[in-house]
Structure formats: structure tokens, C-alpha cells
């Protein structure tokens, strides 16, 4: 490692930290990034790829229309940031396997059809726009869903994308751009004085006038060190992938009677998930399976999907997701002067590409792009 002061450390190799590391480079700076595994190996290449667009239904029913209201800043994040996917695999030259086709969130009763009804409605009053479909529409844009189904939200923009590739063509356009990329390096600790961070690793100490840390579910460590520990809890979670099928599945698709998300993969398989929980292995501190919730999440995948029953499940996995109280993001300077940090609990990888840019902004000292008041930590 070069003995050099870098501008910026970005501590973090996910789908936030490849972009925040782009984007820098991109203003001029002279950037390092430190991942302590290989880049994209935690929640950014783990996750089940949905882009969303809309409040998510299940938090909406646990919290209510309030909470619904109060989450529009962060509703208007994941918009703005679809905006940038819709472009960034020809921005990278890299096909992402992105499609925005729109999202289903489809009910089984008239009472879940009027809870959706109630959502809409909040989220109309941002200006984000969803279709109102009957039983008759339903079966003719998802003809593959249960005839019990009644109805949907039709939301004109959410879908889907790669998440294996994301963050390593962000990681490939960054260092097109000039900056530096060093995997397998721990960030253990990090010391300031003299208006320069000492980031202590486990191959050598680092120099740098900013630092982004963007670490997912150890930010709270690093947040913890300058007395200011953030409310970012464990969330871990699992998807499971079922073998190819034929082209059926052109949304994302939730289901207002359960926990439920599903899409169909450019490679025919379908992506189930929902936010299912995993278990952490307590001696490890690694996320693996749980098998009930495995079993219950197909489950209802089959209540909306009858047709399921003889495709078979062929691939598992599971990542380390984090939540915070109210589901929206944290999005703030921290500490000494020029230590940033960011994350979007639930939803980051439809996140990443515009909080990597957020984050690239304020290291640097730039307006912010996005009003970050609704996102400081002091709101806690
Ligand atoms: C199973 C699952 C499914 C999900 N599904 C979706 C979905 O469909 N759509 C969606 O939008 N979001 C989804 N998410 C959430 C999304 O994956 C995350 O919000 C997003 O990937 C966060 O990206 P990140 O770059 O901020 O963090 P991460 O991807 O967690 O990256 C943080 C990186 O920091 C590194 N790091 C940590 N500590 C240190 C250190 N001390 N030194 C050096 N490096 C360090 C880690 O190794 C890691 O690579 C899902 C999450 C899970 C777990």
C-alpha cells in the first residue's frame, strides 16, 4: 500500500461503496476503497435483486398510515435512485440485467385490496403513481396468478436487476476512473488528528483526509467509536431460487396476505423471498438458512402461484440485512470533520447507485443532490 494521504477512504466494498468510489473519482478525487472480504460478497451480492418503488406493504400494515407518510422522503430516495438504474448499465457498459416493468402487489381479499387502496393513496400524494387493477386486468397482466386473487397495485416503476453484477461494474468503471481498490483488508480502527484520519487495517495503517464508511451491519462499530452510536439493527434475511423456467413472469410481484416477493431472473430462474428472516450463527456471527421460514415462504409463494408445486427450489442463501426504527435511511456527516457514513436498511441495492453518489457529495463538500434532513440520526 502506497504511503500516500488519500482524499477519500471509502471503507466498504458493496453496491454503496463501489458507487460512492465512482462518483468520487468522477469529482476528481484521489480515492481508496478497503473491503475486508472480496468486493460484493455480503449484502450487496446476497440480496434478491427487486428494485422497489413502492412502501412496502407489510411495514405499511405493521405501522400504519403515519409511519406510510413519514417514509415518502425515503419512498422519493428509491425513485430518484431507479432513475439512475435505468441508465447505469449502459453507463458502465456492463448489461445489469435491468428491467423496470412495474410491480404487483396483488390481494386476495377486498379488506387487503382497501389497505393497498390506503397506500396508494400515500404514495400518490408524492407523486408516485400506481394503477388500480380488478380481478379481470390482474389475470391479464399475471395470468399465472391464482384465480382467488382479486386484485393489485400496479406500480409503473419497480423490476428488477442483477445484484451479482452491480457492484463489481461499479467497482470496474471506479478504477477506470482512477481509483483504488484493495480487497481483503479489515478496517479495525480509525484514529484523527491534525484534520487527517489514520484508518488502522489489518495489512498496515492508511491516511486520508475524508472517509465514507459505508460498512452495512457494522457501521454501528464505527459510529460507536466518536460516542455516537446509531440505531442500526441486525436483519438478516434469505431468498431461494427455484430451477429455469419459461419466460411467466414480467413484474416484481408482492402479495398483500403475506410476506412475499418474487421475480423471474434473466436466466428463467424465479427469485423467491420477502424478507423471510435467516438465523445467525452465534459462535460465527454468519447468517445461514432457516428452514421453517424456507418452508412458510414457499408456501405462501404457492398460495399465489398454484402452479409452483412442480418447479423445484434449487439454490438457497442468505445475507446479512439491517433495519433501523423507522425503516428509513441514515444519511449523515458523523464525528471529526469529513467522516461520512450511509445506509437504506431493507432496500439498499435499489438504493445504492444514488446514496453512493449522496455520500460521494458530501465527503467532498458538495450541495447534496437530496434534502438529508428527514435521514440524520438525530431524528432518534
Ligand atoms: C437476503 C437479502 C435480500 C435482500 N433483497 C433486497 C432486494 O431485493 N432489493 C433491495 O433493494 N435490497 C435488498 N436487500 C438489501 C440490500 O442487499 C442491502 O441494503 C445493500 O446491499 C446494502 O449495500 P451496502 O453496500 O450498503 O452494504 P453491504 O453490501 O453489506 O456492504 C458492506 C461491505 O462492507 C464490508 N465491511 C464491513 N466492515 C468492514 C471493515 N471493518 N473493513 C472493511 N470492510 C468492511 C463488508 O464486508 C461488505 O462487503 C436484501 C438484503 C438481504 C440480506
Redesign the pocket.
Known sequence: MAARTWDVLV????????SAAWHLAGYGAEVLL????D??????????????GQIQHGSFLEFGDEWGRAFLPALLFLHRSLDIWRGLGERLSTDLEVSLNGGLLIAETADQMRDIERKVAIERSAGVESDLLDRQDLAKVAPYVSSRMVGAQLSRVEGKAN?MLA?PALARAAIGRGAHIQVN????GLDWGNGVFTAI?STGKVTARRVVL??????N??ASLWGRPLPIMD?????GATEPMAPMVHHLVYYAGGQL?FKQAKAGTLLI?G?WS?DIDPSTGV?RVNPANLVANMRVALRVVPSLAGVRLIRT??????ATPDLSPIIARLGPPGLVV???????????PL?GRVLAQLALDRPSEVDLTPFAPDRF
Do not use: I
Open positions: 471503507v466498504g466494498g458493496g453496491v454503496t461503496g463501489c478497503l473491503e475486508q472480504f468486493l460484493n460478497t455480503q449484502a450487496s451480492g446476497r440480496n434478491a435483486g427487486s428494485l422497489h445484484p457492484a483488508t479489515k478496517v479495525l487495517t459505508v460498512t452495512g451491519n457494522s457501521l462499530r464505527f436483519d438478516p434475511a434469505q431468498v416477493t423471498g424478507g435467516s447468517t442463501w442468505s445475507g446479512a440485512g439491517l450511509g445506509v437504506y436498511p431493507h432496500m439498499g441495492l435499489t438504493a445504492g446514496l
